[in-house]
């Protein structure tokens, strides 16, 4: 038995070592939420993989392609459903539309499907400001008109003002009027407001990156650009950089021959527009007018280079406000869109052009070095400036991917746990996601391996691909409810040398 005076002095050790022990781990916590790597998440509406970084030789994206050259860029990334709400809830939730039950804009899953997380749910769980910018939810019934709020976001999401003149008569037609048109080139200052949705979304989410600077808690900020969504609304100048003389049509402009009509969107979106009826194109297979269809890919064009430059404006204040090196940054679009190829127009398809997307990832020290001192990952590129040079993209991957794999990579990316694979069924399960990790792509050491083999998940994709060096095949399991409750099952061949 040890005296008494050594039996207080290890009680006071002890005590002492307990306290030490304390304090080191409050202090390893503080340093887990200090260390965590901000998320900036951008979302593009109807934006096929139309880039330089993709390819493209038309396209002035530098600024998109900027950040490309400093990412892992996904050459074959492809959405569960070519529409804009089904898309966005399936990406954000880690769903396939088949779970969330939603296939058009008139559902909210919460309510008709399942109490289901999404990735800005899952984040403001785990400690991180969660903040929506411009379209990141498709906005009414399909997010509960709130924005999936307050369940996603920490602050209530922000819309631009000038964003309900969209669909209004603001183009400036040839006989001097105001029209609804789908073509829209205009000056800003004649413009409602003097702006456009997108220029006031970049500075939004330029005002609360400046907020997060000092804040120490880290941040997941989702920015939704609405170009180059219809009507193709932009600033004119853009129309420079796409002479008519250099636009080409389609390389593939005609409906195939014997294609199921269920496989054909007749895009009636486009037909609605005034410049569009006045052309009085037939219903359901056109075809548009040769000049038409060049001024038409001229516009999209056009609001891509615009919208590229609204990336680079937000992507150089990033780099400005020193949030470059602890901030990943994620690029994708909810769909596609068909400029001409097959004799279709916009989405609602299941063509490649429809369904493929650009997606992409920046993740500081690791798809790239960190910047040093006074460096700039992302410094502004103007797209008029003739020395603007086209970037190789970084690492890349030619693996046919899908969005669902969105949720699972992001927090996989920024050190959370990644939510596991969903039982069958999964309606009553808040939290897990069908979608496969693509951590395993980043080729990183001690991170989570997830296999995947083709068809080892048994959820179906409305359109499900299988990608060959030369076929393409396309199978669909669409419900016909416009002529009924019957089903349809087709199985499309494609060969992609003789039908790009």
Same mark, same amino acid.
């Given at each position: 038995?040890?005296?008494?005076?050594?039996g207080l002095c290890?009680?006071?050790?002890?005590?002492?070592l307990?306290?030490?022990?304390?304090?080191?781990?409050?202090?390893?916590?503080?340093?887990s939420?200090?260390?965590?790597?901000n998320v900036?998440?951008?979302? !593009?509406?109807d934006?096929?993989?139309s880039?330089?970084?993709?390819g493209d030789k038309?396209v002035?994206?530098?600024n998109i392609?900027?950040l490309a050259?400093h990412?892992?860029?996904?050459?074959?990334?492809f959405?569960q459903q070519?529409?804009?709400a089904p898309s966005?809830?399936?990406?954000?939730?880690?769903?396939r539309?088949?779970?969330?039950?939603l296939?058009d804009?008139?559902?909210?899953?919460?309510?008709?499907?399942?109490?289901?997380?999404?990735?800005p749910q899952?984040?403001k769980?785990n400690?991180y400001?969660t903040?929506?910018?411009?379209k990141?939810?498709?906005?009414?019934?399909s997010?509960?008109?709130s924005?999936?709020s307050?369940y996603?976001w920490s602050?209530?999401p922000?819309?631009?003002?000038?964003?309900?003149y969209e669909?209004t008569k603001t183009?400036?037609?040839p006989?001097?009027?105001?029209?609804?048109n789908l073509?829209?080139p205009?000056? !800003?200052v004649?413009?409602?407001?003097?702006?456009l949705?997108?220029?006031?979304s970049?500075?939004?989410?330029i005002?609360?990156l400046?907020?997060?600077?000092?804040?120490?808690s880290?941040?997941?900020?989702a920015v939704?650009?609405?170009k180059?969504h219809?009507?193709?609304r932009?600033?004119?100048?853009?129309q420079?950089?796409?002479p008519?003389?250099?636009i080409?049509?389609a390389?593939d402009?005609?409906?195939?021959?014997?294609?199921?009509p269920?496989?054909?969107n007749?895009?009636?979106?486009?037909?609605?527009?005034?410049?569009?009826?006045?052309l009085?194109?037939s219903?359901?297979y056109g075809p548009i007018?040769v000049?038409?269809?060049?001024k038409i890919?001229?516009?999209?064009f056009?609001?891509?280079s615009?919208?590229?430059?609204q990336?680079?404006?937000?992507?150089?204040?990033?780099d400005d406000?020193?949030l470059?090196n602890?901030t990943?940054?994620?690029f994708?679009?909810?769909?596609g869109?068909a400029?001409?190829?097959?004799?279709?127009?916009?989405k609602?398809?299941n063509?490649?052009?429809a369904?493929?997307?650009p997606?992409?990832?920046?993740v500081?020290?690791r798809?790239?070095s960190?910047?040093e001192?006074g460096?700039?990952?992302f410094?502004?590129?103007?797209p008029?400036?003739?020395?603007?040079?086209?970037?190789?993209?970084?690492?890349q991957s030619?693996?046919?991917v899908?969005?669902v794999s969105?949720?699972p990579?992001l927090?996989?990316?920024?050190?959370l746990?990644?939510?596991?694979?969903c039982?069958?069924?999964s309606?009553?399960?808040?939290?897990?996601?069908e979608?496969?990790?693509?951590l395993?792509?980043f080729r990183f050491?001690?991170?989570?391996?997830?296999?995947?083999?083709?068809?080892?998940?048994?959820f179906?994709?409305m359109?499900?691909?299988?990608?060959?060096?030369?076929t393409n095949?396309t199978?669909?399991?669409?419900m016909?409810?416009?002529?009924?409750a019957?089903s349809?099952?087709?199985?499309l061949f494609?060969d992609?040398?003789?039908?790009?």
């Open positions: 038995m040890p005296p008494p005076r050594t290890l009680l006071l050790l002890g005590l002492v307990g306290s030490v022990c304390v304090t080191l781990g409050s202090q390893a916590q503080a340093n939420t200090t260390d965590a790597l900036l998440l951008i979302i !593009v509406d934006l096929r993989p880039l330089g970084c993709y038309l002035r994206s530098p392609d900027q050259s990412s892992l860029l996904f050459q074959n990334a959405v070519a529409v804009c966005r809830v399936s990406f954000l939730t880690g769903r539309p088949d779970t969330t039950r296939y804009f008139n559902s909210y899953w919460r309510v008709h499907a399942g109490n289901f997380s999404t990735i899952y984040f769980d400690g400001v903040m929506s910018v411009g990141v939810f498709h906005p009414g019934i997010s509960n008109h924005d999936d307050p996603s602050f209530p922000y819309h631009p003002s000038s964003e309900k669909n183009c400036r037609g006989d001097g009027e105001l029209h609804a073509l829209c205009v000056d !800003v004649d413009v409602p407001e003097g702006t949705p997108d220029k006031q970049t500075e939004e989410a005002r609360l400046k907020k997060m600077k000092t804040s120490a880290p941040f997941f900020l939704g650009y609405h180059p219809i009507p193709f932009y600033p004119k100048e853009f420079k950089l796409y008519l003389e250099n080409t049509l390389p402009p005609e409906v195939p021959d014997g294609l199921p269920v496989a054909y007749p895009w009636m979106d486009i037909r609605q527009r005034e410049d569009v009826q006045a009085n194109i219903v359901p007018p000049d038409f269809q060049r890919r001229q516009s999209y056009a609001s891509v615009y919208l590229d430059t990336v680079g404006h937000l992507l150089s204040a990033l406000l020193h470059a602890s990943i940054v994620a994708t679009s909810d769909h869109w400029l001409g190829e097959h004799g279709e127009w916009a609602y398809s063509f490649d052009v369904t493929r997307v997606l992409m990832f920046y500081p020290g798809t790239a960190l910047p001192t460096e700039k990952l410094p502004y590129v103007d008029f400036h003739s020395a603007s040079e086209l970037m190789e993209p970084g690492r030619t693996d046919l899908e969005l969105l949720f990579t927090a996989g990316l920024a050190g746990q990644v939510p596991p694979r039982p069958v069924p309606f009553h399960i808040e939290l897990c996601r979608g496969k990790n693509l395993k792509h050491h001690g991170l989570e391996e997830d296999p995947y083999l083709p068809g080892d998940s048994p179906p994709l359109a499900e691909e299988f990608e060959w060096e030369r095949v199978s669909w399991l669409q016909m409810w416009w002529i009924g019957n349809q099952f087709l199985l494609w992609h040398l003789m039908m790009p």
